[in-house]
Structure formats: structure tokens, C-alpha cells
């Protein structure tokens, strides 16, 4: 990998800010009509569920360890499960289970937009307060908090630092997972909106891997093969990120072509090390979890619940990934 690449990514940085305070106090609301609003009594030995988008991925283990700890410090009961795989079919179910159970509260990243809401409604409306994490829906009745990254906001830091590290010419590829995600969608949609104040990058139509790493590895290859002059590509994920930097390293061409990748798993924080990846957009899903948490435990109270909460990003190189302010962001794998 050219190492003059990193010092353009630092540049970047420099100029966008290397933790960008993306946490934007939302309105707030202590209205009863979407259930912001719960009877005094305290949070307390309260039932407290977590449905997280992937099991196995450590953005959802970070998150549910640090709701874990939240809540146990509040007193509440919680346990978490989580989907397989990124499917509607897998995640339905989980849904039923919590509707059977009736917990006090639920905390869940939905893996789509709409198809899932019904089950939601009917969660809701029958008593359980429900806090979307991570993911949302486009239906605003549900939930009484919506907590997430602004992943429009890192969409455009990954368009500014890639467009540097290709000297701000060439092709650029967005490989994601597939259209419907709430989160995936806003990334997608700063990245090409950014990417056009760069006249001499022309941007390929977006191409989905349904969140299978091999997936984005072949198609990073036939990508290669189409448009010789490919020079960067934006990964919407992490698989989608491993995926690219293999097929970009069985095809020879690791480190000629610049990755940026949002997260900050621990295969993306060897990858960054090794030169395959050169920038990681992370998230702060331990802040996800608490604040999750802190808002069910206000409308437990009866206390004001913030309707919509932003959290902290950081953009990591691999220049500032040693610094402490930056290394807190590193994902976990387990508890």
C-alpha cells in the first residue's frame, strides 16, 4: 500500500474532524401518544429485551454488552438474542416470541424498513415501550426513542477521504448490502451526494451483496475487470468491507485501490493494520445501548424520553488508530 495515502487520508481528517460530533439533541417528548410516557413505579425488576440485526456481529455484541450493563445497574431483568442473518424471515420470529412474552420493554434494530412493522404495532400496543436501535422504520408511531449514528453524515466523511486517496479522479463503486435498510440507505445516499462535488470521479452504480462477504468479493473482481481505472470503493458494512479487501487482494491489487469502510470490527482493525483497508467510519454502539436503556428506564419512570438521539463517530486511519480517544471506538467480540 503507497503509505503517501495516509498522509491525504490525515488531511482529511484534519479538515472534517477527526471524531465528528454527530450526537444532535432531538426534540423530546413526554406525551403518552407513542407511549414516550410510562407510570411511576421505577425501572426496577423491569423486563427489558434486546433484538440486535446480526447475533455474531461484534457492532451488535458491543451493544448488547453495554445495554447488559445498563440495565443491570438500574436493576432490570434483560437478555438479549439476535438474528442469524440479516432476513426479515429470521428476524419475524424473535418478534413473535417477544410478543408472547409481553416484556416491559424492547429494544431491537428492525432489518427493514416496513416489512417488519405490523409486529411492532402490535407489540406496542400491547404495552411494551419500544426503543428502535441502530435501524429504524419509516412508520414514526413506533417507538417511543430512535437512537442512532448519523449514517448520512459518515456517508460524506467517506467520500471526502476517498476522494483524496484517488487524487480526486477515476471510478468509484458503493458495494452495500441490499436497499431497504435504514442505516445502509442513509450512507449510501451521503456518499453519492458528496462524491459529486468531484467532477473527475465518476461513481458506478451501487451493487448489493445481500451481506455476504464472498459476494462483495467477486464483484469487487468483475468490477475490476469492467472499468480498469477503478481507483475507490465505499463499503456500507463489514462483511461488505472483508469481502472487498479479499477480492481486492486476490486480485492483486491490494492497497491500489482505496477502501473506506464503516465500523470498526476486529478483522477491519487487522485489515486497517495490514494496509488492506485505508479508512474505518466507527459507530459507538456501546453508547446505542446505554442510551437505549436510560430512555426505557425515563418512560418507566415517567420521566421526559428524548424522541430521537444521535451518537459519536470517529473516523480511523491508520495513523491515529493507537491514540486512546480513537481506540475506545474498536468493536467487541464478546463481553
Not at 15 to 37: F, K, N, P, R
Request: glycine content about 10%; charged content about 20%; aromatic content about 4%.
Amino acid at each position: 500500500m503507497s503509505k503517501s495515502s495516509i498522509l491525504s487520508t490525515r488531511r482529511v481528517l484534519v479538515a472534517t474532524g477527526t471524531v465528528l460530533a454527530l450526537a444532535g439533541a432531538a426534540a423530546c417528548s413526554s406525551s403518552g401518544d407513542s407511549g414516550s410516557s410510562g407510570s411511576a413505579g421505577g425501572a426496577a425488576h423491569k423486563k427489558v429485551r434486546l433484538i440486535t440485526g446480526v447475533k455474531s456481529d461484534p457492532f451488535y455484541i458491543t451493544m448488547s454488552c453495554a445495554a447488559q450493563t445498563e440495565a443491570k445497574a438500574k436493576g432490570m431483568e434483560f437478555a438479549a438474542d439476535g438474528s442469524a442473518q440479516w432476513d426479515v424471515s429470521v428476524q419475524r420470529p424473535l418478534l413473535d416470541s417477544v410478543a408472547a412474552a409481553r416484556p416491559d420493554g424492547l429494544l431491537i434494530a428492525p432489518v427493514d424498513t416496513s416489512a417488519l412493522t405490523p409486529s411492532l404495532k402490535q407489540i406496542q400496543s400491547a404495552g411494551t415501550k419500544v426503543a428502535l436501535v441502530d435501524t429504524t422504520v419509516t412508520d414514526p408511531s413506533i417507538g417511543i426513542t430512535r437512537i442512532s449514528s448519523d449514517n448520512e453524515k459518515g456517508g460524506r466523511v467517506a467520500a471526502d477521504a476517498l476522494a483524496e486517496l484517488m487524487n480526486k479522479k477515476g471510478s468509484a463503486i458503493v458495494i452495500s448490502v441490499k436497499p431497504g435498510v435504514s442505516t445502509t440507505d442513509a450512507r449510501i445516499k451521503g456518499f453519492t451526494e458528496e462524491m459529486a462535488k468531484y467532477p473527475a470521479i465518476k461513481v458506478l452504480p451501487t451493487l448489493y451483496d445481500n451481506d455476504l462477504p464472498a459476494t462483495a468479493a467477486s464483484q469487487i473482481q468483475s468490477t475490476l475487470a469492467a472499468h480498469p481505472d477503478l481507483g475507490g470503493v465505499f463499503a456500507g458494512n463489514t462483511n461488505t468491507g472483508q469481502g472487498i479487501a479479499t477480492g481486492l487482494k486476490q486480485a492483486g491489487k491490494e492497497g491500489a485501490v482505496k477502501v473506506a469502510a464503516f465500523d470498526a470490527e476486529p478483522d477491519e482493525i487487522a485489515s486497517l493494520k495490514a494496509g488492506a483497508l485505508q479508512v474505518l467510519v466507527a459507530q459507538d454502539p456501546a453508547a446505542i445501548g446505554r442510551e437505549a436503556v436510560d430512555q426505557l428506564a425515563a418512560a418507566f419512570e415517567g420521566k421526559t424520553v428524548r424522541k430521537s438521539i444521535g451518537t459519536n463517530m470517529v473516523a480511523i486511519t491508520k495513523d491515529n488508530m493507537n491514540e486512546p480517544a480513537v481506540a475506545k471506538y474498536f468493536y467487541k467480540s464478546g463481553c
